[in-house]
């Protein structure tokens, strides 16, 4: 059963080693997170169940104990899920998420973690969250991922017109906890606006049903022309 889930951003530059001289910019971003996770513990769960871009379509269990390194970022930065068991590595943005679950004392839950892809459809990305939510116990779901990267001249996309209306529209679902309208995002379109959280976001829509969680919009921003979101389901 869901009891709770959050949404956060995953861009390696709120692990402020990477951000440098630039960290204070996301200040507000990273006490968002923290809220956010805060929001999941008081659920008091049995499991975390993590949701976060993964490189290959998936979706692709990750075991407890799996790296997550920031060494490509030019810092000496590793994180783990759970102890060190030297298994696989994470993709950037779910090291991210171990990096954001370090920091705020996750170590006596189970976490569990899943990568899903650009190129997961809409209808398998349900089909995880509901597998998800089937399980026993209480079961709060971490959903990681940024909306569109093409917001001004500057971001990684360039600007995109229909960027702004998008994430316009994740973050009414969001905030008002709406599976309907996070599964009906178009994977086409978040693919050409480069908008990583799609399929997390149509995990945690698979996973919600039904179960009547009430919405939070905790951040709302587009530093660097990337669309950044925190907000909590409870």
Do not use: N
């Not at 869901?2 to 956060?8: F, K, Q, R």
């Not at 923290?34 to 993590?50: E, H, I």
């Not at 060190?84 to 998420?97: K, M, Q, R």
């Not at 190129?119 to 969250?129: F, N, P, Q, T």
């Amino acid at each position: 059963m869901l009891v709770a889930a959050a949404v956060c951003p995953c861009p390696p530059l709120l692990v402020p080693e990477v951000a440098a001289g630039a960290a204070p910019e996301l200040d507000a971003a990273r006490a968002a997170c923290t809220d956010a996770l805060g929001v999941l513990a008081a659920s008091r769960p049995d499991r975390l169940v993590v949701v976060g871009p993964a490189d290959s379509a998936g979706p692709e269990v990750y075991p407890r104990g799996a790296r997550g390194s920031f060494r490509g970022f030019g810092v000496d930065v590793e994180v783990y899920l759970g102890a060190d068991s030297g298994g696989a590595e994470l993709p950037h943005g779910l090291a991210v998420g171990a990096w954001l679950l370090a920091r705020t004392g996750w170590a006596d839950v189970p976490v569990d973690v899943i990568g899903v892809g650009e190129e997961l459809s809409a209808e398998r990305c349900a089909a995880v969250g509901r597998d998800v939510a089937a399980r026993a116990g209480r079961t709060a779901l971490l959903a990681l991922g940024d909306a569109s990267a093409c917001r001004t001249l500057k971001a990684p996309g360039y600007l995109d017109e229909r960027a702004a209306p998008f994430d316009a529209e994740v973050g009414r679902a969001l905030e008002t906890a709406d599976p309907a309208a996070l599964a009906a995002l178009d994977p086409g379109l978040a693919r050409e606006l480069k908008a990583s959280g799609r399929a997390p976001w149509q995990v945690l829509a698979g996973a919600a049903g039904d179960s009547g969680l009430g919405g939070a919009l905790l951040y709302e921003d587009a530093p660097y022309g990337v669309g950044y979101i925190v907000a909590t389901w409870s």
